[in-house]
């Protein structure tokens, strides 16, 4: 956080391993690009629509020092930062080691968080991309609700009812039965700002992409209109305070969800943030499904297979 070591040599270096990462993550795998396409998709004006990474090689391959200077200078200061430790440890026996490494630092100038807002999408999106892979591939993708929001950990349930685990509704009705797709998934982003709710799939050979969304979105009608069961809801939410509970083992776990929340505005209300999911009702899933998983909210990336189409 004070006085990082710049030259042109080390940032070649630091470019060429980056590159690399770059050429692993979204070039040398089937469908490492995938968020390459459906970002940009789903956001038009957002920052999110970039990878942190960059959305070409070229992005890293032309940085410059006098821009990465000016961008460690920006961020990587005390008045941008969070410290956040936890273990076998004292407040009283940690404090005088933070003064004496940090306390010398310039605070820095204090950044605002002050990103364009998405504006609400008004039609579907959809966008074909045809490759060199085995299988077609089907991501759908609806804008959801900011970190603070209450209805964040609606969402989240939602993606457990439809494809968390073999008993899932996604799993059972399209892959076990109907055997549309051979593997199904369900998730949110996450991040700060609105994120997105994804439904992805590898279509089982004989469908086409249309067939496997039409599959999806009869099951999505169906969460909107038949009511999850008791059971049913319960189940996710036992999944969720499971999952959070094991995160809170690890030592590095706590101090990372620390800083997050104190990131999000206050570091406390990691106490409460599974009240939050006990508080969600099934009347809750019907409403968010209703309200955000519609057509004019949605956008779609069919990622097909260059043999299967030919």
Wanted: charged residues 25%.
């Amino acid at each position: 956080m004070l006085n990082l070591a710049f030259s042109e040599k080390s940032l070649e270096v630091q470019k060429n391993v980056v590159s690399e990462e770059y050429r692993q993550r979204y070039l040398n795998q089937p469908y490492g690009d995938t968020m390459l396409f459906l970002r940009p998709l789903v956001y038009k004006h957002h920052p999110y629509r970039w990878p942190t990474i960059g959305s070409n090689i070229e992005h890293i391959e032309k940085a410059r020092l006098d821009d990465v200077k000016t961008f460690y200078n920006k961020f990587y200061n005390p008045n941008n930062a969070f410290l956040s430790l936890s273990g076998d440890i004292t407040a009283d026996e940690v404090k005088p080691a933070i003064e004496h490494w940090f306390g010398t630092i310039p605070a820095g100038e204090t950044n605002s968080r002050n990103l364009p807002s998405e504006p609400s999408q008004q039609e579907k999106r959809i966008h074909r991309e045809i490759r060199d892979v085995p299988h077609h591939m089907f991501y759908k993708a609806w804008h959801m609700t900011p970190r603070i929001h209450p209805d964040f950990y609606v969402y989240d349930l939602i993606t457990d009812i439809l494809a968390n685990g073999d008993s899932s509704r996604l799993h059972q009705k399209l892959v076990k039965e109907n055997h549309i797709f051979s593997s199904i998934d369900a998730y949110i982003t996450g991040e700060i700002e609105p994120g997105m709710l994804i439904v992805s799939g590898t279509i089982s050979n004989g469908y086409s992409a249309e067939e496997a969304e039409k599959a999806v979105d009869e099951e999505i009608e169906k969460l909107k209109h038949e009511p999850v069961t008791d059971a049913e809801l319960q189940k996710v939410k036992n999944k969720a305070e499971a999952t959070m509970e094991f995160g809170k083992l690890s030592g590095l776990n706590k101090a990372y969800l620390l800083a997050y929340f104190e990131l999000l505005g206050d570091a406390s209300s990691i106490n409460y943030e599974m009240e939050y999911y006990r508080r969600v009702s099934k009347d809750d899933v019907s409403r968010v499904a209703k309200q955000a998983l519609v057509e004019n909210n949605a956008s779609v990336l069919y990622y097909l297979s260059k043999q299967l189409e030919q």
